[in-house]
């Protein structure tokens, strides 16, 4: 059925190409969180305000994967990425000329659409064209370009703004995206095994819906919501605490204490292998668990404590997001595609809704302000994995009595 295997040409050429798509895809949606303080100053808004470029787009890109994944099923695979990825590019390249702060908003609104393109179509790209026992590898490929991605990104705006400007990280960061799209479109083989269908909104629609009943997925769907809008929040405004008196530190180094998020592809991994011994339950409570723990370290002066802080709600963060995305494609017992996209629309919109309603709290309350919401907002995810296991217990309790 020639299908790619691991070990020749194809593999790597095709891992190579979805690797880039995810750091551009990734790099250009986060290239904002370090440039938060700078927007403040220039513009001369709210730090709630200025953490709205980062918002906006992860809001729409919420609601787009759901319609590219449909797009995709009649469209085609490999056409809808590429447009994605040159489409946000171009963007990048555009924000460098914003006059105005709505403006930035406006064309983030636009990148926020295209950037659907890839999270919502590679891992279905993967699962038809690889051969199944390449397909794990593959997928850990993937997920790592979005990673270093989002980290690369980062950094790079750190450095340019300091050495530069921000505008000119923004063409450097576009340009460089622009270059690797062209390695996209020649090295990603053509679709061999995708049959395009026709688009059928009703059923979609109603097969979405069906799994909004299933409180299980609801919860999860929840836990989503929570754990990125904690994640994002503490990463917004961590840039604002530390440019601030009494660390003064630079926006470059501010920019590399994101390579905390390495930790991130170690603790998904880790979390995953233990699932498989002590119970998916258990694991959950444990990283988020963590997370309050690493969140809590935030508070003191100390800058190391911080630091050690902060890695430790990174290395909870993903482990935790690692095995609730898990869980979805296990307790969804039809339309797992669907389900997985619902469980990364409320992601990104726990993102939106939450990286924003913190800024509220760091304007009234500072940083305790912000550690007080991200902990209230982690005890919601830890009720709704409490949820999860009555439920679980309830339906296996049922079963017992009715197989007696």
């Known amino acids: 059925m020639n299908y790619i295997q691991k070990g020749t040409k194809q593999f790597t050429l095709t891992n190579l190409a979805l690797f880039a798509a995810g750091f551009i895809t990734f790099a250009n949606l986060y290239v904002t969180q370090p440039l938060m303080p700078q927007f403040a100053h220039d513009y001369g808004v709210s730090p709630a305000v200025a953490s ?9 890109l919420s609601f787009s994967l759901i319609l590219f994944g449909s797009l995709s099923e ?6 809808l990425m590429t447009i994605s990825i040159i489409a946000a590019s171009f963007l990048t390249i555009t924000l460098a000329f914003a006059p105005t702060f709505e403006v930035l908003l406006m064309l983030r609104v636009v990148q926020g659409f295209v950037f659907a393109g890839v999270p919502a179509i590679a891992m279905a790209y993967l699962g038809e064209e690889m051969e199944p026992a390449s397909l794990g590898t593959a997928m850990g490929l993937y997920i790592s370009g979005n990673a270093i ?21 923004m063409l450097v960061l576009g340009l460089l995206s622009l270059v690797i799209c062209l390695y996209f479109i020649w090295a990603l083989p053509p679709s061999k095994h995708f049959k395009p269908r026709p688009l059928q909104l009703k059923a979609m629609t109603q ?19 929570t754990l990125m809008g904690s994640f994002v929040t503490m990463f917004n405004y961590i840039g604002f ?13 501010v920019g590399w204490i994101f390579v905390v998020y390495l930790v991130g592809s170690w603790s998904s ?9 002590f119970g998916r339950q258990h694991v959950l409570y444990i990283g988020i668990f963590i997370m309050m723990t690493g969140g809590l370290l935030t508070l003191p002066e100390s800058l190391l404590v911080k630091i050690i802080g902060i890695t430790m709600f990174t290395f909870g963060f993903f482990g935790s997001h690692s095995i609730a995305s898990g869980w979805v494609s296990r307790r969804a017992l039809k339309n797992k595609a669907q389900a997985s996209s619902l469980y990364l629309f409320a992601y990104y919109f726990g993102s939106s809704v ?4 913190g800024g509220v709290f760091w304007v009234r309350y500072g940083w305790t302000g912000i550690i007080v919401y991200i902990t209230s907002a982690l005890a919601i995810t830890f009720t709704l994995a409490a949820v999860i296991h009555f439920i679980n217990h309830s339906h296996a309790t049922i079963a017992t009595k009715a197989q007696a």
């Open 269 to 277: 991994t880790w979390f995953g292998s233990l699932s498989d011994r």
């Open 74 to 79: 009649a469209w085609g695979r490999k056409k």
């Open 354 to 357: 939450g990286g924003t309603l």
């Open 149 to 169: 991605g989002g980290l690369s990104g980062r950094v790079i705006m750190g450095m340019m703004t300091d050495f530069f400007n921000w505008r000119i990280g």
């Open 241 to 253: 605490k530390l440019l601030d008196a009494p660390y003064n530190l630079s926006a470059t180094v």
């Open 52 to 60: 709205l470029s980062l918002s906006v787009a992860t809001c729409v």
């Open 207 to 225: 097969s979405l819906f069906q799994h909004l009943k299933d409180p299980g997925l609801v919860c999860l769907f929840g836990i989503a919501f």
